[in-house]
């Protein structure tokens, strides 16, 4: 560190030597002054104050006079110009040398998970506790070890691809002057399959005569996108190829009642099936 320090004020003085164009000896002071060369420490001063520097230059050949009168001129300009450089290089290097950083927004307790871990289901994340506070939050969810593109919201919903995988959501605190961080939340159980859930259940529509035609409604369900499939029965027996929402009634249907079974499946989800009210006896 002290040969960083004492590298400055020669740096200084290479930079002034150079640029006015001819050689001059400057003394600067530094921390460690016992490099200094004695005679160059006695044909100037500087003094380096609250990041400006400032000095006597005086010609290393010639008299006192003649090189005052010769240096002033030529070199006042560039004189300007070393002192903006060496003034902004010096504090650069302060800095480095003083190790300062941004401080860093720190977790206090780890974002948490809570409900229903299922295809369809939602989960939400609590961002557990930073300091100092306010911050700004944003979230980023996993599916195991694979990041969820878009899912960057405190709440997610699972899909048919989180199927048995565990959830885990990551917390980025961000705040102004401060350096970020971040925190990664416990996992949650697998995601098991979801429900459907039969809000409105299928009705049989027709007359119950021969030659006319029966059709049973779809129902109401909780999930969108459904497969539905159709079963016929007759006086409580499946009919045979009877699986379209619709059923022609024959002379051997006479004085038979029907119900029909609709069933709801989808990928990621447990199947459900939902039953219609009897028709009445079916009359010639």
Do not use: C, F
């Given at each position: 560190m002290n040969q960083r320090r004492a590298a400055v004020p020669l740096l200084v003085a290479a930079l002034v030597a150079t640029l006015g164009g001819t050689s001059y000896a400057v003394a600067g002071h530094r921390h460690d002054a016992r490099t200094a060369a004695p005679a160059a420490h006695h044909a100037a001063k500087d003094h380096v104050r609250a990041g400006t520097v400032t000095g006597t230059m005086a010609r290393t050949e010639g008299s006192p006079a003649t090189a005052r009168q010769q240096a002033r001129p030529a070199t006042s300009a560039r004189a300007a110009s070393v002192h903006s450089l060496l003034r902004g290089s010096y504090l650069s290097g302060s800095a480095r040398l003083s190790g300062t950083t941004k401080p860093v927004v720190k977790n206090k307790s780890l974002p948490e998970i809570t409900g229903r871990s299922v295809v369809g289901g939602t989960l939400a994340a609590s961002p557990g506790r930073w300091s100092p506070m306010p911050v700004q939050l944003s979230y980023q969810w996993y599916s195991g070890n694979k990041l969820l593109q878009g899912a960057t919201k405190p709440t997610y919903s699972p899909t048919v691809k989180a199927l048995?995988?565990?959830?885990?959501?990551?917390?980025?605190?961000?705040?102004?002057?401060?350096?970020?961080?971040?925190?990664?939340?416990?996992?949650?159980?697998?995601?098991?399959?979801?429900?459907?859930?039969?809000?409105?259940?299928?009705?049989?529509?027709?007359?119950?005569?021969?030659?006319?035609?029966?059709?049973?409604?779809?129902?109401?369900?909780?999930?969108?996108?459904?497969d539905l499939d159709y079963q016929w029965y007759r006086s409580g027996k499946a009919v045979a190829g009877a699986t379209k929402s619709t059923l022609k009634l024959k002379t051997t249907d006479i004085g038979k009642k029907f119900y029909a079974v609709v069933t709801a499946a989808r990928d990621g989800y447990k199947q459900t099936s939902a039953t219609t009210d009897n028709t009445r006896p079916v009359v010639k």
């Open positions: 048995g995988a565990k959830i885990t959501v990551e917390v980025t605190a961000r705040k102004r002057g401060y350096r970020t961080d971040t925190a990664l939340s416990s996992a949650s159980g697998k995601v098991r399959a979801g429900t459907i859930t039969n809000l409105k259940d299928p009705a049989v529509s027709g007359r119950s005569k021969t030659g006319q035609k029966l059709t049973v409604s779809t129902g109401k369900w909780s999930v969108s996108g459904l």
